[in-house]
Antibody
Framework: EVQLVESGGGLVQPGGSLRLSCAAS????????MHWVRQGPGKGLVWVSR????????RYADSVKGRFTIFRDNAKNTLYLQMNSLRAEDTAVYYC??????????????WGQGTMVTVSS | QSVLTQPPSVSGAPGQRVTISCTGS?????????VHWYQQLPGTAPKLLIF???NRPSGVPDRFSGSKSATSASLAITGLQAGDEADYYC??????????FGGGTKLTVL
């Protein structure tokens, strides 16, 4: 079964750091671009970051650029998001999502269950 | 403020047909980038519903269909069922090198 399982969320103070992980299984992880997408409480989906299959290229939303770092370990089939200088507005459920292949490369075809990040004092 | 614009809510009775619009601009949908749709049932993660404007992943009923023209796209749901009650999001790619979503539409089955 193709699966993504996030972990690492929790409560952190403003200005603090947190690292999220996403364990992939059921597919050849090193073949796919991977993304992080977040959803604030009662709000819509917002794309956060993308990394390509061999980690040579990354992209970030302007709202997190310079604060968040996406990286991956293909040997461990794991995607990460290092979040520094966290702000209250970063409070959200963070989903990892797999990019499709070929003609569906710009979709998010598999999603994890999400991990909640709360930034509050 | 989302880059793609969707109506906040739509509703319909069981068995009816509803449509959800998604309006973009010349830097995303109008630039030729595909539109994709996701269904998010209450308390769950989003699920890919339609990809590349009008294609259904395996397992998605043919009651769901998508279309695209110029700078907009639409999702149509026919034969509405109680289980279709969910939030629906459109998504595309933008020339600013970012992936963009609509603000989401809450479907209520009356």
């Amino acid at each position: 079964e193709v699966q993504l399982v996030e972990s690492g969320g929790g409560l952190v103070q403003p200005g603090g750091s947190l690292r999220l992980s996403c364990a992939a299984s059921g597919f050849t992880f090193s073949n796919n671009w991977m993304h992080w997408v977040r959803q604030g409480p009662g709000k819509g989906l917002v794309w956060v970051s993308r990394i390509d299959s061999d980690a040579s290229t990354t992209r970030y939303a302007d709202s997190v650029k310079g604060r968040f770092t996406i990286f991956r370990d293909n040997a461990k089939n794991t995607l990460y998001l290092q979040m520094n200088s966290l702000r209250a507005e970063d409070t959200a459920v963070y989903y990892c999502a797999r990019a499709g292949e070929g003609g569906t490369a710009y979709t998010f075809d598999i999603w994890g269950q999400g991990t909640m990040v709360t930034v509050s004092s | 403020q989302s880059v793609l614009t969707q109506p906040p809510s739509v509703s319909g009775a069981p068995g009816q047909r509803v449509t959800i619009s998604c309006t973009g601009s010349s830097s995303n949908i109008g630039a030729g980038y595909d539109v994709h749709w996701y269904q998010q049932l209450p308390g769950t993660a989003p699920k890919l519903l339609i990809f590349a404007n009008s294609n259904r992943p395996s397992g998605v009923p043919d009651r769901f269909s998508g279309s695209k023209s110029a700078t907009s796209a639409s999702l149509a749901i026919t034969g509405l069922q109680a289980g279709d009650e969910a939030d629906y999001y459109c998504q595309s790619y933008d020339s600013s090198l970012s992936w963009v979503f609509g603000g989401g539409t809450k479907l209520t089955v009356l």
